[in-house]
Structures are given as structure tokens and as C-alpha cells.
């Protein structure tokens, strides 16, 4: 292994995300269910997966197939869903690896049915209902077909309903009219549910905003993510809720020059110092998940102090105006880590860079390497 430092480096604390975990499961006092999907938010399947286990987590979720095999395969063997199911899917090999799965409607039902007769195996079949975020679940005019669909593959013994669920639209407005609206939905429908037998399904809604922000919302499970990595979904500081940014985005300076007053830095000479100034080049750009949304706003540590990157961001590399600090190459700078040190915040480049955090760590990668420390979920 080269011991030389890495070019371009997320840094994953494991110990955050496994403390995450077990503050969450705390504030709730009832199963919990952590979000690993898309690669853990950016923080890696595997290891993040372990390491909100060893939180205390009770359960894992993915969106997709895929994924789940991936834990599977690795060989995490936790209570797994994964709820994003296009037709074709191959529940085969998701009743084989016993990953849970869920049904929007009734041919996805059908699927799962002949995948459990295929299998000889009962497969755990959540049941998801649409309470007004519009994207999936069945509505409550489809649902009672849903429900009886399921109802009549567990009196057969080919499912085993376990869950029924839905999603907020505005979970991170803790006031919004909508919740109540959903909530009212969502019991409507267990109701419709347990009515037609499904009486020991558990209820889930919660994402990471309902479970720190709307506990009447937490019914038998709740499903945060982001928060498991330690960033507030509110956009406050997570710290208030107990939590700790897992993720710290590294990169070393490549070169430093010394510059008159006036250049025009980076494509489109969008910025231009005022005075003789350090420019640091910084080998990470868009093809690394650097949005050019950043260019001249996003803020970066280097030096001792945060500034904001100098022009515009490239594909593999951004600018930096230090001034008279003495950066050189080879010195570290932070793009965004858990803001304890000095650096900014993933919610600091969310601001700057019209996004949101989730977006920010989900997509950050390219050549980057990352590294996992502590020992949460390793031994
Ligand atoms: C991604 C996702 C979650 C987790 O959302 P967070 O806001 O990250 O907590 C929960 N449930 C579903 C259906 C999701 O797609």
C-alpha cells in the first residue's frame, strides 16, 4: 500500500453513524429501520449497514433489489426490505437471500406469489399505500383490491403480510397541513387492511424528519437515513438532535501560484482577485460529484479559513483564492465535513449550491477513495 496521502478522500466515522443509531432508536423506543440505499447515502453500503447494527438498529432498508443481495452477499443477515419494485424484478432472488419485499399493486402481488411457489418459501410482503406524496403506493381507491389481493396469497400461505406503509411529502415542515392529511389516510387504510385479516402487519411512516420532529407518526417502525449519517433532514443542527455528520470530504492542494491583481481564474474568468494573491488548485470537480452549482459560493477550509471557491468549478478540479496564507501543495483542504474543526458543513454547500445535503453526500464519489474509521460494525 502507498503510503502516500490520498489525492481526494471521504472520510466515513463509523462510530458517528453507529452513535446516530442508537440516539435515534433511543428517541423512539421501538424498532427502527436504517436507510442504507444508494450506496448508504454516499458513506458505503457494507460498512455503514454494520455499523448502524451495532447502533442498535433493527432492521435495514434499500430501495432496491440489488442492493439487498449486495448486504446479503456480504453476509448481513438483519431483517432487510427493499421497497422499490419495478415489474420483472427478481423476487426469486430476493425470497432466496429472505429479503422482504413490498407490493404497490396487484400484479406486483402476482409476482411475488409466483416467486414464493417457485421458491417453496412465504415471502415477508409489505404493503404500500399512497397517502399523498402521489409517487409510489396504491391510492386509496386501488387499495382495497391491493389489500385483498395480499390477503388472499397469505390465506394461501404464499405471503405473509408484515408491513403496511406509506411516505410523507412534507415531513421536514412539521406544521404542514399535509401530515394530518396523510396520517389520516394512512389509518384509513390500516383500517381496510386489518378489516380483510392483515391484522399483524407492522405500521411504518417515519422518515428521518418524522423521527426526530412527529412522533405521532412513528406507529410500529420508523425508516430514517439521513439522519443515521448525522445530518439534520430539518436543515438545523444536528447536534440538537444528538447526532453527528459521519461523512468529512478531503482533498489535497495539487499547486499553488502566486498571481497578480486582475487574472481571470478558471473557465469564463468568472472570478478575478482584486490583489496579488495564492490560487490553489484542488483535484476534484463535477466527474467527483462536485456540482458547478458551487462555483464562487460553495466554501472550502484551507489555510485556516474557509473561502469560497474561486471561479468555476471544472470537471476535475476547482480554484482556490488563499490570499497570503501559506498553502502549499500536498496541504489538506475540507470541503465539508461535521463542522467541528473549521470546515463547513454539508448544509453550508447545500445553501450555497441550491441543493440539499442528501444530494450533496448521495452523489459525491467519482475519484474520490474513501476511507471508514473507527470500529463500529468491524469486529
Ligand atoms: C429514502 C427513504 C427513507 C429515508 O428518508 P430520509 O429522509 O433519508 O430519512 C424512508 N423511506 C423511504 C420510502 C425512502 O425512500
Known amino acids: 500500500m ?48 454494520r455499523a448502524a447494527l451495532a447502533g442498535g438498529a433493527d432492521a435495514l432498508g434499500v430501495a432496491v433489489v440489488e442492493e439487498a443481495l449486495a448486504l446479503r452477499a456480504a453476509g448481513v443477515t438483519a431483517p432487510l426490505l427493499a421497497w422499490l419494485n419495478a415489474p420483472g424484478e427478481d423476487y426469486v432472488a430476493a425470497l432466496t437471500a429472505d429479503v422482504e419485499v413490498s407490493a404497490n399493486a396487484v400484479w406486483g402481488v402476482e409476482e411475488v406469489v409466483a416467486a414464493a411457489r417457485t421458491t417453496g418459501r412465504t415471502a415477508r410482503l409489505h404493503l404500500k399505500v399512497d397517502t399523498g ?23 394461501d400461505g404464499a405471503v405473509e403480510v408484515v408491513g403496511l406503509w406509506s411516505h410523507l411529502a412534507y415531513a421536514d415542515a412539521p406544521t404542514h397541513p399535509t401530515i394530518g392529511r396523510q396520517k389520516a389516510v394512512f389509518e384509513e387504510a390500516v383500517t381496510v387492511a386489518r378489516d380483510a385479516g ?24 420508523v425508516r430514517p437515513g439521513i439522519a443515521i449519517y448525522g445530518l439534520d433532514p430539518l436543515g438545523g443542527d444536528p447536534a440538537a438532535y444528538g447526532l453527528r455528520p459521519a461523512m468529512t470530504v478531503e482533498a489535497r492542494v495539487m499547486l499553488t501560484k502566486r498571481v497578480p491583481a486582475g ?3 478558471s473557465y469564463g474568468h468568472t472570478y478575478s482577485p482584486s490583489t496579488e494573491t495564492t490560487l490553489a488548485v484542488v483535484p476534484v470537480g463535477y466527474a467527483d460529484g462536485i456540482p458547478r452549482a458551487a462555483s464562487n459560493r460553495a466554501p472550502v477550509l484551507a489555510g485556516g479559513a474557509q473561502r469560497p471557491i474561486a471561479g468555476r468549478v471544472c470537471m476535475d ?32 454547500w447545500a445553501d450555497a449550491a441550491d441543493t440539499i445535503h442528501y444530494e450533496l453526500v448521495a452523489r459525491i464519489g467519482g475519484r474520490f477513495t474513501r476511507r471508514h474509521v473507527g470500529t463500529a460494525g468491524t469486529v
Open 2 to 49: 502507498s503510503s502516500a496521502p490520498a489525492r481526494a478522500e471521504l472520510v466515513v466515522d463509523l462510530d458517528a453513524i453507529a452513535a446516530n443509531t442508537a440516539a435515534l432508536r433511543e428517541r423512539v423506543d421501538r424498532p427502527l429501520m436504517a436507510v442504507v440505499k444508494a450506496d448508504a447515502y454516499g458513506h458505503g453500503l457494507v460498512p455503514s449497514a
Open 133 to 155: 406524496l402521489s409517487r409510489g403506493g396504491a391510492t386509496p381507491d386501488e387499495w382495497p383490491a391491493l389489500v385483498a389481493a395480499a390477503a388472499g396469497a397469505q390465506a
Open 198 to 221: 392483515l391484522r399483524d402487519a407492522r405500521r411504518h411512516l417515519a422518515n428521518s424528519a418524522a423521527t426526530v420532529a412527529l412522533p405521532e407518526t412513528w406507529y410500529d417502525l
Open 263 to 265: 487574472v481571470g481564474v
Open 317 to 348: 478540479q476547482f480554484v482556490l483564492d488563499v490570499g497570503d496564507a501559506p498553502v502549499r501543495a500536498g496541504d489538506r483542504v475540507v470541503l465539508w465535513g461535521p463542522g467541528t474543526d473549521g470546515e463547513p458543513t454539508a448544509q453550508q
